[in-house]
């Protein structure tokens, strides 16, 4: 059996650790601990020692149990992803000597290409139907978010200092602390300028949130998933409207009409152009539709 007073401590470290030296989000803090827990959870039904003694074969015991209860590839693929992390940092500090994580691999899933918008479906989803000052919040909330691709994290961090009008850009602090300066566009602009000149009807004096809820304190993330969910059921959109999407969409339509994929991944904040690749396969589609509309040998001998 394991020691459950230890392995609790140093979960508690590695959560410090992540958030004052890795400087990550509350949200992946809280995915990278929960999936810790996952595989806590079943040392103790199988009765088997803690962190400190925890073996490669045992490991991959539970991540087969696991992927047989349906947890999908790629949700062990970042449970493994996360477990690494746990053990190098338990390595640094020497109080293990093992990474059991570092071999095993996570059964392959098949690749979900990340869902988007048309330029039709946002247009009709992002014209305004009326002043109301929650309206005119909203559509602001939305028209940046896909004006700049931004995360709904960063959004909801946005203060009054960050966002100049005039220049029409906006300051974001990304995952990892990092700070990246981004362009907003026309409409983005006025939308968020109709917001700004009513903003001060709810927010408290001290509140310096570029979003505020009716009761004048920013917004959360929740908050604003929970308002996009609500216009895209207004509007009849096809498919859920949440901030990812918008931001999906954002790099899509970026990547169709530049071609350019660095553009794309300075734009979004990935450390990793790997990260980006994904929008060059819906851009393929793209392509391929297109190819397939226009090229005399392209086309299906039924559309002849």
């Given at each position: 059996m394991s020691d459950s007073s230890t392995d609790a401590l140093w979960q508690l470290a590695f959560k410090r650790y992540l958030e004052t030296e890795k400087h990550y989000s509350v949200h992946t803090v809280k995915h990278y601990l929960r999936d810790l827990s996952k595989v806590y959870e079943q040392l103790e039904l199988e009765q088997l020692s803690g962190w400190a003694s925890l073996t490669e074969k045992q490991l991959r015991n539970i991540i087969s149990v696991l992927h047989g209860q349906g947890v999908s590839g790629r949700s062990l693929h970042r449970l493994l992803s996360a477990l690494r992390s746990f053990y190098?940092?338990?390595?640094?500090?020497?109080?293990?000597?093992h990474n059991p994580a570092l071999a095993i691999q996570a059964p392959k899933s098949s690749k979900r290409l990340p869902k988007t918008f048309d330029p039709d479906q946002l247009n009709e989803l992002l014209k305004r139907p009326d002043d109301e000052p929650l309206t005119l919040r909203?559509?602001?909330?939305?028209?940046?978010?896909?004006?700049?691709?931004?995360?709904?994290?960063?959004?909801?961090?946005?203060?009054?200092?960050?966002?100049?009008?005039?220049d029409a850009s906006v300051r974001v602090l990304g995952k990892g602390q990092k700070t990246r300066v981004l362009p907003i566009g026309r409409l983005a602009v006025q939308a968020l300028t109709d917001w700004l000149k009513i903003k001060p009807l709810w927010a408290k004096s001290q509140e310096d949130a570029i979003f505020v809820s009716q009761s004048g304190r920013r917004l959360s993330t929740r908050s604003v998933e929970l308002r996009l969910a609500h216009w895209g059921r207004i509007k009849g959109t096809q498919g859920q409207v949440y901030p990812h999407r918008l931001r999906h969409s954002f790099a899509s339509h970026i990547l169709e009409s530049s071609h350019d994929l660095r553009a794309v991944q300075e734009l979004l904040g990935h450390s990793d152009i790997s990260t980006t690749q994904i929008y060059t396969h819906l851009d393929f589609q793209h392509l391929m539709s297109v190819y397939e509309q226009a090229h005399p040998r392209a086309r299906r001998k039924a559309d002849d």
């Open positions: 190098r940092f338990l390595v640094r500090e020497n109080w293990v000597s909203d559509f602001a909330m939305m028209e940046l978010l896909y004006s700049s691709g931004l995360r709904v994290s960063e959004l909801v961090q946005l203060n009054q200092q960050d966002v100049d009008l005039a």
